[in-house]
């Protein structure tokens, strides 16, 4: 069992920078692709970016060039970085774990193949 707590968001004005955090429980983090994903009022939950446990990072085309992805093993931790955010970044930003391995990344931009989610984290961008 994985329990996943986010941290870091907030409100910024449209052009700041915001890094999000997910610490991770369990002995077993570096074995697991750690994914982010978004939701916004009324709109289904989004691929945001996510990294495999050999560090491979996969963007969705919204965030691609703007936001990074990053692990620390050591602290059970995974970051995301947001850069240049924009108004319709604004949403609730959620962790996800998965202790699967697939050989495409078309896998890990589903929210099917995650077994483990955290509470969420709001982030809103103001224009």
């Known amino acids: 069992q994985v329990q996943l707590v986010e941290s870091g968001g907030g409100l910024v004005q449209a052009g700041g920078s915001l890094r999000l955090s997910c610490a991770a429980s369990?002995?077993?983090?570096?074995?697991?692709?750690m994914g982010w994903f978004r939701q916004a009022p009324g709109k289904e939950r989004e691929f945001v970016s996510a990294?495999?446990?050999?560090?491979?990072?996969i963007f969705g085309d919204s965030v691609k060039g703007r936001f990074t992805i990053s692990r620390d093993n050591a602290k059970n931790t995974v970051y995301l970085q947001m850069n240049s955010l924009k108004p319709e970044d604004t949403a609730v930003y959620y962790c996800?774990?998965?202790?699967?391995?697939?050989?495409?990344?078309?896998?890990?931009?589903?929210?099917?193949?995650?077994?483990?989610w955290g509470q969420g984290t709001q982030v809103t961008v103001s224009s």
């Open positions: 990294i495999k446990s050999g560090g491979t990072t």
């Open positions: 369990g002995r077993t983090f570096a074995s697991y692709a």
């Open positions: 996800a774990a998965t202790s699967s391995t697939y050989f495409s990344s078309v896998y890990y931009t589903k929210t099917t193949e995650y077994d483990y």
